[in-house]
């Protein structure tokens, strides 16, 4: 069963971290390339980053760059998203997918669709 399930949400004050883990089941990781999503309440969902599969290019929202980072071990069939400087407005469930295209899929998700979706993870950002 292809699965995809995400880990390390939390409630965080600003300025704080959080690491998110996506770990795949049922398929290889190295072939596909990965993404993060969040939806805040009353909010459509929005692309964060996602990383490629040829050659590790990472892709960012500029509501995160130079705050997020995405990695992928492929030995442990896992994408990371290390979250730092965290700002209420991060405030979101977060969720992995696999997307069509990196990063089309973060900005024209209707054109290229992600499958594969995880349940999510929520991040509070709160003081």
């Known amino acids: 069963q292809v699965q995809l399930v995400e880990s390390g949400g939390g409630l965080v004050q600003p300025g704080g971290s959080l690491r998110l883990s996506c770990a795949a089941s049922?398929?290889?990781?190295?072939?596909?390339?990965i993404g993060w999503f969040r939806q805040a309440p009353g909010k459509e969902r929005e692309g964060v980053s996602c990383?490629?599969?040829?050659?590790?290019?990472?892709y960012y929202a500029d509501s995160v760059k130079g705050r997020f980072t995405i990695s992928r071990d492929n030995a442990k069939n896992t994408v990371y998203l290390q979250m730092n400087s965290l700002k209420p407005e991060d405030t979101a469930v977060y969720y992995c997918?696999?997307?069509?295209?990196?990063?089309?899929?973060?900005?024209?998700?209707?054109?290229?669709?992600?499958?594969?979706w995880g349940q999510g993870t929520q991040v509070t950002v709160s003081s």
């Open positions: 997918a696999a997307p069509s295209h990196c990063p089309r899929a973060l900005y024209y998700s209707r054109t290229y669709p992600s499958k594969w």
């Open positions: 049922g398929f290889t990781l190295d072939y596909y390339a």
């Open positions: 990383i490629s599969s040829s050659d590790g290019s990472a």
